[in-house]
């Protein structure tokens, strides 16, 4: 990783077990890379054009063919992702108000973020007591030998920063965590709950994108899929899109919509354990939802495993990259003399990258395609890096084209059965 001026020069490894990079795709060998980041000094460590740089692979022919081809793609939904955000979203908070609240939450944000300590902003995994099950309608997958209900109740999270608590709260639809939930009859069974992207909650195209039917027939797990906020039944009344409300409200708005994302997850996983009798439960997410999951290893540890899937890890610098939003956000940034360091400052509080995990190496894999260009391929060696390295699967695809699916999710259904996860046999 290249110094700049104004990073902190990071460790390189010089004596360390061989990584455990479980697919065909490797890294270039010449490469040296960085030890595990440091939680304490991130967000100057990254340098100001972190960003900027490509992670190098070595590529059969074949596979630089894939690799091209599903970038391309990526390259075009990301300039069109990028503009409806830049057209929809940051209007919302790049007016001189807006700009006030942002850097007078930045400062309450980054006090919490400098303990270090993960529950000084997320607070205990809540109970729930009072929740509501019904039949689920139109998922794809519907089960012979069990049932498949959507469990919603109210969400108990109270954003922390009290500068937006009304605002946040008024957004009633936000309010309702849901969860879609497979099980079997003669359960329960280990449970792996899936977090779906940004706009991409449609309960239809995650059972496809996870292969939840595969995991519930052929492993015998019970599966999830959770809602995160502002997406899907939680959007708020006037949004565009789903997800439009997770950034319309600046950093304070991001950072709290994780902070209910995770409060609201960890309340599921207490139902499941309290009311379902779910002893072991893990949790995937892809791009957004696999940050969400990262997040989630850095706070609960009774988590079994977490595995993110083509994951952002550093938001502010996926913002740098997405053209033409990028260019709104640093002249923003650069009208108040701020840079994207200052911007990593800001959402650090809800950084996985700010907290060390709380599973143990061994429970932790991350998925990565080495043409994503929505999350590219630095994202995922981040966080592999700060998990002191752990399992790793490349697969030859992007962003939304996973090629070698077949590939990556035997390599997961290994992890799974290594870490004894697995039901016994029936």
């Given at each position: 990783?290249?110094?700049?001026?104004?990073?902190?020069?990071?460790?390189?490894?010089?004596?360390?077990?061989?990584?455990?990079?479980?697919?065909?795709?490797?890294?270039?060998?010449?490469?040296?890379?960085?030890?595990?980041?440091?939680?304490?000094?991130?967000?100057?460590?990254?340098?100001?054009?972190?960003?900027?740089?490509?992670?190098?692979?070595?590529?059969?022919?074949?596979?630089?063919?894939r690799v091209g081809s599903t970038a391309a793609f990526d390259h075009v939904l990301r300039t069109a992702a990028a503009s409806v955000v830049a057209t929809t979203a940051m209007p919302l908070h790049m007016h001189p108000a807006g700009i006030l609240e942002m850097l007078q939450s930045a400062r309450f944000y980054k006090e919490l973020a400098q303990s270090h300590e993960p529950e000084v902003f997320f607070g205990p995994a809540p109970k729930v007591e009072h929740f509501r099950r019904d039949p689920a309608w139109g998922p794809v997958f519907i089960p012979r030998d069990g049932v498949c209900e959507d469990l919603t109740f109210?969400?108990?999270?109270?954003?922390?920063?009290?500068?937006?608590?009304?605002?946040?709260?008024?957004?009633r639809q936000n309010l309702m965590a849901h969860l879609r939930y497979w099980r079997h009859n003669d359960g329960p069974r280990p449970t792996i709950i899936a977090i779906h992207g940004f706009m991409a909650d449609a309960h239809w195209l995650n059972e496809w994108l996870f292969a939840l039917r595969w995991f519930y027939e052929r492993l015998g797990c019970d599966v999830a899929l959770f809602t995160l906020p502002f997406h899907g039944n939680r959007q708020t009344r006037?949004?565009?899109?789903?997800?439009?409300?997770?950034?319309?409200?600046?950093?304070?708005?991001?950072?709290?919509?994780?902070?209910?994302?995770?409060?609201?997850?960890?309340?599921?996983?207490?139902?499941?354990?309290?009311?379902?009798?779910?002893?072991?439960?893990?949790?995937?997410g892809i791009s957004l939802g696999g940050y969400t999951s990262a997040l989630l290893a850095a706070v609960e540890d009774r988590l079994e495993f977490a595995v993110p899937n083509v994951p952002v890890i550093s938001l502010a610098d996926v913002m740098m990259e997405w053209e033409p939003a990028g260019t709104a956000l640093r002249t923003l940034l650069g009208a108040v003399g701020k840079n994207?360091?200052?911007?990593?400052?800001?959402?650090?509080?809800?950084?996985?990258?700010?907290?060390?995990?709380?599973?143990?190496?061994?429970?932790?894999?991350?998925?990565?395609?080495?043409?994503?260009?929505?999350a590219s391929p630095y994202q995922q060696k981040l966080i592999w890096e700060h998990w002191n390295r752990c399992r790793l699967y490349w697969f030859p695809g992007s962003h939304i084209l996973h090629l070698d699916k077949a590939g990556f999710m035997g390599a997961m259904a290994r992890f799974l059965a290594d870490i004894d996860f697995l039901p016994e046999p029936r």
């Open positions: 990783m290249p110094e700049t001026a104004n990073a902190r020069p990071l460790k390189l490894v010089t004596n360390e077990e061989p990584p455990t990079i479980v697919s065909k795709i490797r890294h270039k060998t010449e490469k040296l890379y960085p030890t595990r980041i440091d939680v304490q000094h991130w967000t100057e460590d990254l340098g100001e054009d972190f960003w900027k740089h490509p992670e190098p692979f070595d590529l059969r022919f074949t596979d630089r063919i109210l969400s108990p999270y109270n954003p922390a920063n009290p500068r937006i608590q009304r605002s946040y709260l008024r957004h006037y949004s565009l899109f789903s997800g439009h409300g997770f950034f319309a409200g600046g950093t304070s708005r991001i950072n709290e919509a994780f902070g209910q994302a995770v409060t609201d997850f960890r309340a599921f996983f207490n139902l499941l354990r309290d009311h379902f009798g779910v002893e072991k439960i893990g949790v995937t994207v360091v200052d911007l990593r400052e800001m959402l650090a509080v809800a950084s996985p990258l700010n907290y060390p995990s709380k599973l143990p190496r061994e429970r932790l894999m991350v998925i990565g395609g080495v043409g994503d260009r929505l």
